[in-house]
Antibody, heavy 118, light 107 residues
Framework: QVTLKESGPGILQPSQTLSLTCTFS??????????VGWIRQPSGKGLEWLAN???????YYNPSLKNRLTISKDTSNNQAFLKITNVDTADTATYYC??????????WGQGVMVTVSS | DIQMTQSPASLSASLGETISIECRAS??????LAWYQQKSGKSPQLLIY???RLQDGVPSRFSGSGSGTQYSLKISGMQPEDEGDYFC?????????FGSGTKLEIK
């Protein structure tokens, strides 16, 4: 059974760095073809793809976030991470991690809400 | 970036009605198109991948079609549990891009 769960700080101030963790089970990020992605959704709005990481440590980022993103993984502990530097109120959203299959996301976490506020 | 234009933005359907949602890509995405359903307060759920492949466990009333730049999701016989938001996602080229969404409600 594949499960994913996101965790994060809940609230942080503008200019800080947002650190998110995705803890998963039912698959390994050291297995050929496996990957995890991060997607976010401001309240009441649409979905925005942020980044993907694969078993071989290949990574892709959304350039609209202008090099503020870093995705990484810890295969030993079945975790993936996303850091967003220099956050502002526009980064307030629910953040999801999801398992990748080819370019699709059949398994999602429940999401974690992040609020950026001074 | 590939732009995904999704329509309509909202839709109201009667029970049993057949509805369609469209996504148009700004360039050929070679059927690398998925459809997701998101119910209120929940995570998105994959319905269709590769433009027309039904994800395991998804009711057969959902179907996808299209090629090139034009794709559609059809629900054949609206059910109460089909209320929610629907998004398309192109996986042809990075950055991956979603359509803006369609809110589907029961009339």
């Amino acid at each position: 059974q594949v499960t994913l769960k996101e965790s994060g700080p809940g609230i942080l101030q503008p200019s800080q760095t947002l650190s998110l963790t995705c803890t998963f089970s039912g698959f390994s990020l050291s297995t050929y073809g496996m990957g995890v992605g991060w997607i976010r959704q401001p309240s009441g709005k649409g979905l925005e793809w942020l980044a993907n990481i694969w078993w071989d440590d290949d990574k892709y980022y959304n350039p609209s976030l202008k090099n503020r993103l870093t995705i990484s993984k810890d295969t030993s502990n079945n975790q993936a991470f996303l850091k967003i530097t220099n956050v502002d109120t526009a980064d307030t959203a629910t953040y999801y991690c999801a398992r990748i299959e080819t370019s699709d996301y059949p398994y999602w976490g429940q999401g974690v809400m992040v609020t950026v506020s001074s | 970036d590939i732009q995904m234009t999704q329509s309509p933005a909202s839709l109201s359907a009667s029970l049993g009605e057949t509805i369609s949602i469209e996504c148009r890509a700004s360039e050929d995405i070679y059927s690398n198109l998925a459809w997701y359903q998101q119910k209120s307060g929940k995570s998105p759920q994959l319905l269709i991948y590769a433009a027309n492949r039904l994800q395991d466990g998804v009711p057969s009333r959902f179907s996808g079609s299209g090629s090139g730049t034009q794709y559609s999701l059809k629900i054949s016989g609206m059910q109460p549990e089909d209320e929610g938001d629907y998004f398309c996602l192109q996986g042809s080229k990075f950055p991956l891009t979603f359509g803006s969404g369609t809110k589907l409600e029961i009339k």
